[in-house]
């Protein structure tokens, strides 16, 4: 268990609607990053925000959009959705944003299927 | 921009013997870490190695090792003494300067009986 948790595990949906993922990071860690892992694309850095701000964004469509709270847990809001967003999406934390080796730790993913 | 590349999609190892799983990045910058994950059928992301690239000494963490060559970039995961829980994806991923993780497609390692 790395101690991040994420919510719901499973989510089936229909393409248009509109979901949220939530992750809880691990206690004391600043950093919160999204990853998609998809069948095609493979694992693909999302958005990380640190404590409470947007630091760096990667290939995240514009449908998707995330915040991250002042309690530091975070959400990804998926709109719009098609059925190529059909994909495990992961969160995972890490204790801080300066340049380090601190490792990240994984949430154990939300699978989205979109039919 | 960063690029990590695996070229074995698939490998297996008879139990308790050596696998080596194969990785090449290319990067611009100087200062950079390597890791290897392991993603079993459960999903979870687990990481099992991870090596500075300012550390000439190759990493190890029991029966994992890696051979680091910088100049050659190439980041390659011995396992030793196989066991079926290593029986896997593995995922080798970068990190730079911008602190996201670039992963590379992935190698499925079956470990045979």
């Known amino acids: 268990d790395s101690g991040v948790t994420q919510t719901p595990k499973h989510l089936i949906t229909a393409t248009g609607q509109r979901v949220t993922l939530r992750c809880s990071p691990r206690?004391?860690?600043?950093?919160v990053y999204w990853y998609q892992q998809s069948l095609d694309q493979g694992l693909q850095f999302l958005i990380q925000?640190?404590?409470?701000?947007?630091?760096a964004k990667g290939n995240i469509l514009e449908r998707f959009s995330a915040q991250q709270f002042p309690d530091l847990h975070s959400e990804l809001n998926l709109s719009s959705l098609e059925l190529g967003d059909s994909a495990l999406y992961f969160c995972?934390?890490?204790?801080?944003?300066?340049?380090?080796?601190?490792?990240?730790?994984f949430g154990p993913g939300t699978r989205l299927t979109v039919l | 921009a960063q690029t990590v590349t695996q070229s074995q999609p698939e490998m297996s190892v008879q139990e308790a013997e050596t696998v080596t799983l194969s990785c090449t990045y290319d990067?611009?910058?100087?200062?950079?870490?390597l890791f290897w994950y392991k993603q079993p059928p459960s999903r979870q992301m687990i990481l099992v190695i991870r090596?500075?690239?300012?550390?000439?000494q190759n990493a190890t963490e029991n029966r994992f090792s890696v051979n680091f060559q910088k100049a050659a970039k190439s980041f390659s995961l011995k396992i030793s003494d196989s066991q079926l829980g290593d029986a896997a994806m593995y995922f080798c991923?970068?990190?730079?300067?911008?602190?996201?993780?670039?992963f590379g497609k992935g190698t499925k390692l079956t470990v045979n009986p």
């Open positions: 090596q500075e690239a300012y550390k000439q």
């Open positions: 206690s004391g860690d600043l950093s």
């Open positions: 925000y640190y404590n409470g701000e947007e630091r």
């Open positions: 991923a970068y990190q730079g300067g911008s602190e996201k993780l670039v």
């Open positions: 995972a934390s890490s204790p801080r944003t300066i340049y380090s080796v601190d490792e990240q730790f």
């Open positions: 990067t611009s910058e100087s200062d950079y870490y």
